[in-house]
């Protein structure tokens, strides 16, 4: 599907996508709309900063490298505004750099995602952060929308007992339906499985308690659901790229040892 322009700016835009690469737009653009996502696309910092403002997306993906105004610095302009501070961005990047991504982090953003594009991990980890329920504009279909309030209301099942959640067959007798259909459901409008979907979601939230000096990493495991501060460590770091400590350090300026 080629990329003649940007797709018109609307208010009911699901992803922002801000890439100078007009290759890596169409890929994204191809694997966003496949999934029935509401893209619109800059090609350049200021632009981004722009259509972020005048959109509200639920979602932003930010390439790194650009000319101009780079990433770090369009994710830290809009986190300093309060009209775009809650827009959960993820950065592009090529780069396996530790310090390039720290300082993504320090800027403002939630994730990572690496250039080569793997469709899966992008769908992944778009569904965590997006944290809608994801229909088609014009599209109003029952089946759909049935299916996105169900997976709602798992998710927030889910979240509250996150320390010892429910297996997956109590899940889908909770809720009337069967295991298959529960994972097809978190497939399609999540990108991964109902504990696929967890996995993501418990680092998601650990990110965020491990940026907050008060909280110990003892804690945030237990808190989480982890067996041990262990786990927890190895968890994060496989995530991440790095380890609680080294996020909190690189943020915060504070420091507490990793479990091992």
Known sequence: M??????????????????????????????????????????????GLEQATLLQPGLILLDVRMPGLDGFSVCR????????????VIFLTASIDLSERLEGFAAGGVDYIGKPFEVMEVLARVGVHLQRNIQPPDE?????ADGGQLVAAVQQLLR???TTPPGLDDLARRFGTNRRRLNELFQTLCGQPVFGWLREERLRLAYLR???????????????????????????????GFTPSEVRRHITGTHEADAS
Do not use: W
């Open 160 to 162: 509250s007992s996150i």
């Open 140 to 144: 109003p279909m029952a089946e759909v």
């Open 2 to 47: 080629p990329l003649l322009s940007s797709p018109p700016a609307t208010p009911h835009t699901d992803v922002l996508l801000v890439d100078d690469s007009v290759t890596d737009l169409q890929l994204l653009t191809e694997m966003m709309t496949l999934h029935n996502l509401r893209i619109s696309v800059a090609t350049d910092g200021t632009c």
């Open 210 to 240: 491990v940026s907050q000096p008060g909280q110990r990493f003892a804690g945030i495991s237990d808190a989480l659901g982890y067996s041990t501060p262990a786990n927890f460590t190895k968890a994060f770091r496989q995530r991440y």
């Open 77 to 88: 302009h809009l986190k300093a505004h309060r009209q775009t501070r809650s827009i959960p």
